[in-house]
């Protein structure tokens, strides 16, 4: 199965990789409109955001929306022991959803996972049934098993990055649905 994952990481980065630097944007923008306008964040008080590496969606809109509408964010940092924890992020730090910096980890409150309502998780590539593939280290699915967990989970993805079925095992976590472009 790790020949297949690997095979898939590489055909979507390479998708990714094709798109024009204003495609990527327009997706970006077109996600994030969708995502604001779901039940899932607008009855969310509190959500998880992730902070986009070069390659990823860009979510700055999202959090904009979220801070404008009252709500609490957060983003994932991931210590020395793997274990990713949720950030409070506040609006005098939007620049973290910029990604020309690179990997980097908020500071701030650390959130409780029961206190997250929605999980907006990253992944190199979705399936129609909310299998979800990621970089490969474990990091959300480790997070998204926790038993005090209780926020809903939704992908974001280029329409690029979805594949008909996913290559699954038991500590593979899937996403309650998936939220493109398209």
Same mark, same amino acid.
């Given at each position: 199965?790790?020949?297949?994952k690997?095979?898939?990481?590489?055909?979507?980065?390479?998708?990714?990789?094709?798109?024009?630097?204003?495609?990527?944007?327009?997706?970006?923008?077109?996600?994030?409109?969708?995502?604001?306008?779901?039940?899932?964040f607008?009855?969310?008080?509190?959500?998880?955001?992730?902070?986009?590496?070069?390659?990823?969606? &860009?979510?700055?809109?999202? @959090? +904009?929306?979220?801070?404008? #509408?009252?709500?609490?964010?957060?983003? *994932?940092?991931? %210590?020395? =022991?793997?274990?990713?924890?949720?950030?409070?992020?506040?609006?005098?730090?939007?620049?973290?959803?910029?990604?020309?910096?690179?990997?980097?980890?908020?500071?701030?409150?650390?959130?409780?996972?029961?206190?997250?309502?929605?999980?907006?998780?990253?992944?190199?590539?979705?399936?129609?049934?909310?299998?979800?593939?990621?970089?490969?280290?474990?990091?959300?699915?480790?997070?998204?098993? &926790?038993?005090?967990?209780? @926020? +809903?989970k939704?992908?974001? #993805?280029?329409?690029?990055?979805?594949? *008909?079925?996913? %290559?699954? =095992?038991?500590?593979d976590?899937?996403?309650?649905?998936?939220i493109?472009?398209?």
């Amino acid at each position: 199965m790790n020949d297949q994952k690997r095979k898939i990481r590489n055909e979507v980065r390479a998708a990714r990789a094709g798109l024009r630097e204003r495609d990527f944007h327009r997706k970006s923008d077109i996600i994030c409109a969708r995502l604001i306008a779901i039940e899932e964040f607008i009855s969310a008080n509190c959500i998880m955001l992730y902070l986009p590496m070069s390659d990823e969606i &860009r979510l700055g809109a999202l @959090a +904009k929306a979220a801070w404008q #509408a009252g709500k609490t964010i957060c983003a *994932p940092t991931s %210590p020395a =022991d793997r274990e990713i924890r949720a950030i409070e992020i506040k609006p005098e730090n939007c620049d973290l959803f910029d990604a020309k910096m690179g990997l980097r980890s908020p500071l701030g409150l650390e959130i409780h996972p029961g206190e997250i309502d929605l999980i907006i998780v990253p992944a190199l590539a979705f399936d129609p049934n909310g299998g979800r593939l990621g970089r490969g280290g474990g990091f959300y699915d480790r997070f998204l098993k &926790r038993p005090d967990l209780r @926020a +809903k989970k939704i992908g974001a #993805a280029f329409i690029e990055q979805i594949r *008909p079925v996913l %290559p699954m =095992d038991i500590n593979d976590v899937p996403v309650d649905r998936v939220i493109t472009d398209e």
